[in-house]
């Protein structure tokens, strides 16, 4: 069975960091990455990182501030998110592809897996 299990979420002040944490489980993941919705948003691209760790897709919006890593041996990539402004208030998801690819996925069409969704709202 897949689980993708989030954690570290919560309020935070602007120009404050958090660490988003996703420990994934029950299969061998190839992408992995983070996307975020706002209230009466789509759900957006954050990052993402492939298996090795060679290739990062970032988002404009969050480039400079926010970066992700992974430990494959543990199978858990994280999300630091430096200096938040109040517009980057939203539920984070992390998302993994298990299929073998050299594409690192920017659409959530790309991700097969889901985690349950971790709330950062942060205040001005």
């Known amino acids: 069975q897949v689980q993708l299990v989030e954690s570290g979420g919560g309020l935070v002040q602007a120009g404050g960091s958090l660490r988003l944490s996703c420990a994934a489980s029950?299969?061998?993941?190839?992408?992995m990455g983070w996307f975020r919705q706002a209230p009466g948003k789509e759900r957006e691209f954050v990052i993402a990182i492939s298996r090795s760790g060679s290739v990062i897709r970032i988002a404009g919006s969050v480039e400079g501030r926010f970066t992700i890593s992974r430990d494959s041996a543990k199978n858990t990539v994280y999300l630091q998110m430096n200096n938040l402004k109040p517009e980057d208030t939203a539920v984070y998801y992390c998302?993994?592809?298990?299929?073998?690819?050299?594409?690192?996925?920017?659409?959530?069409?790309?991700?097969?897996?889901w985690g349950q969704g971790n709330q950062v709202p942060v205040s001005s």
């Open positions: 029950g299969s061998t993941f190839y992408a």
């Open positions: 998302a993994a592809d298990p299929r073998v690819s050299l594409v690192v996925p920017t659409n959530p069409i790309g991700y097969t897996y």
